[in-house]
């Protein structure tokens, strides 16, 4: 009889722990874990686990690995009437703790959300009145940066950027400010532009940590600057405006160039231009007026060198010098290809013009009732002369045409018109027929100014 009864025993003993097997093997998660050195994984997917059972006056610990920063998204579903979960870092110290209480039927769900470095972290649950036999459901979603957090930088170990490079970075829960450090070798001016996500600072210090410019705007996230800067060793800090504040951003320091359109000013040359084509190397401009008010002798420079870039000086905007009576000379440099409607019209004292070897186009009214001017020299490349260029040149005697190119299309009407009664035109020898056909239509005297070769 006693032997039945053990036997009896033996076999219920043996279907509970066959049941307790089969009800272990069946959760997503395991139940226990133990402690934070044999934590078990929790997959960072975004799928809710398993019910798990939390043991009496026991706690349960899980684990997850990221290999770059970004945010993580935890959630605890609770069945009990108050659960308490934590998430630890590598070292075990506690980041934060939510609290959710609920009860089978109606169970409630807390959420932690943190931006994380890269590394291992933990997470606990327990009761918190140390029940057993109450569930729970955990949730983690790992959303990556794409970036590897600057958890060791500072002022005194900054990152090195350089001019015009982009840096992008992303502050965490244990990385709340980055540090950068960048040499400006050329004087000049600075544009620094400043993208974040959440509520971040920027700020740019000179070597001695002195504050030169703060980046942080309210309703935007995007924040620029222009600020001249020396040569020298700048430091820049970027922080959230909280400690907790994290998340990613990108921050850059150019050199501030003149855009197409931009007025510039040289104080060598004491003139204005305007850029036809910007960049650091190979721009462009044209050149505007002077303004040091009227000259008595001007040159239009090749090139001109403003905020240590150089440009090429290509063109003379329209109306100019129009109305200087005190320009007397006038030397336009080599680069010009063009010179604009009313460049120098009514120039009424303007004896000497020298024209640039590439200019090509000649505008309307240029040279208009200059009628100083004696003799003029038109370049080889000119393709085009606006309508009544030399109109009222009445002292224009000389006129050295080089040009072959000149067609009764491509010069406007009365370009020649009222220059002096006797003037001679000279011509290349291979145009000299053509340009005796058309050139009389164009307001010479074919009577008593003579085209020769």
């Known amino acids: ?45 975004g799928t809710w686990s398993g019910k798990c059972e939390l043991a009496e006056k026991a706690t349960d610990y899980y684990k997850f690995t990221i290999t770059t920063a970004g945010e993580i998204d935890l959630k605890l579903m609770s069945y009990a009437h108050l659960l308490t979960y934590s998430l630890y870092d590598s070292n075990f110290d506690p980041i934060c703790t939510a609290r959710a209480g609920g009860s089978e039927n109606s169970p409630e769900t807390k959420t932690i959300n943190q931006w994380l470095s890269q590394g291992t972290y933990y997470v606990s649950v327990s009761s918190s009145y ?15 940066s794409g970036l590897t957090a600057a958890d060791t930088d500072s002022y005194d170990s900054p990152q090195i950027m350089k001019v015009n490079s982009k840096a992008a970075g992303v502050l965490t829960y244990s990385n709340n400010v980055d540090w950068y450090t960048v040499t400006i070798s050329t004087a000049g001016k600075y544009q620094h532009f400043f993208q974040y996500s959440d509520s971040f600072r920027c700020y740019l210090y000179d070597a001695n940590l002195s504050t030169l410019d703060t980046l942080f705007r309210y309703g935007t996230n995007t924040d620029t600057q222009e600020i001249e800067l020396k040569p020298g060793t700048y430091y820049i800090k970027i922080n959230g405006y909280t400690p907790s504040i994290c998340g990613t951003y990108t921050y850059q320091l150019v050199e501030s160039l003149p855009a197409k359109g931009d007025i510039l000013t040289d104080s060598k040359t004491q003139a204005h231009y305007k850029v036809t084509k910007a960049g650091k190397s190979g721009g462009t401009v044209t050149y505007q007026n002077s303004i040091n008010g009227m000259k008595p002798s001007i040159t239009i420079p090749s090139t001109v060198k403003i905020d240590n870039i150089t440009y090429k000086v290509t063109g003379i905007a329209p109306d100019a010098f129009k109305g200087n009576s005190m320009l007397k000379k006038v030397t336009i440099g080599s680069n010009v290809v063009s010179i604009g409607k009313n460049a120098f019209r009514g120039c009424r004292k303007l004896k000497t013009l020298k024209i640039g070897n590439n200019v090509t186009s000649i505008g309307d009214d240029s040279f208009h009732g200059c009628t100083s001017l004696k003799t003029v020299t038109i370049p080889s490349k000119v393709a085009k002369i606006g309508k009544q260029t030399f109109y009222g040149c009445k002292k224009l005697k000389t006129l050295k045409i080089n040009t072959k190119k000149l067609t009764n299309k491509n010069v406007g009407n009365k370009a020649f018109a009222k220059i002096d009664p006797k003037a001679k035109i000279k011509v290349p020898a291979s145009c000299l027929k053509p340009y005796k056909k058309f050139l009389p239509k164009k307001g ?10």
């Not at 722990?17 to 093997?25: D, E, K, R, T, Y």
């Open 1 to 45: 009889m006693e032997k039945m009864r053990f036997q009896k025993k033996w076999k219920r003993f043996a279907c509970l722990l066959f049941m307790m097997a089969v009800f272990m093997a069946s959760k997503a998660i395991p139940a226990y874990a133990g402690d934070f050195t044999t934590a078990a994984t929790l997959p960072t997917n």
């Open 130 to 144: 140390g029940n057993g036999g109450i569930s729970y459901k955990l949730y983690a979603s790992f959303a990556t």
């Open 444 to 453: 010479l005297n074919g009577k008593t100014q003579k085209i020769l070769k």
